[in-house]
């Protein structure tokens, strides 16, 4: 059974930084590409950026150069490095594996000016 577990959110200054982590666990971890997308009450999940089984990454454009994803393997561990924090990334950060339905549960992550 796929299993993944999202962590690190909380609440902090615009300027400020937060790493989220994401669990995973029933699937191959190392040959599957991962995201992280988010989500605010009333709007549609929105993707931030993706990871390739062989590291390559993908950012929508409001992240990029303030957002890094990555992957740690052996840890079964998806990875978000979140700079330079703007009230605007305000939202639930949900990680998923591929296109698929296997979603995280979500984790709150709130920016404030």
């Known amino acids: 059974q796929v299993h993944l577990v999202e962590s690190g959110g909380g609440s902090v200054q615009a300027g400020g930084s937060l790493r989220l982590s994401c669990a995973a666990s029933?699937?191959?971890?190392?040959?599957?590409?991962m995201g992280w997308y988010r989500q605010v009450p009333g709007n549609q999940r929105e993707l931030v950026a993706t990871i390739t089984a062989d590291g390559g990454t993908n950012y929508a454009d409001s992240v990029k150069g303030r957002f890094t994803i990555s992957r740690d393997n052996a840890k079964n561990t998806m990875y978000l490095e979140m700079n330079s924090l703007k009230p605007e990334d305000t939202a639930v950060y949900y990680c998923?594996?591929?296109?698929?339905?296997?979603w995280g549960q979500g984790t709150q992550v709130t920016v404030s000016s």
């Open positions: 998923r594996v591929g296109e698929s339905d296997w």
């Open positions: 029933g699937i191959i971890f190392r040959l599957i590409t």
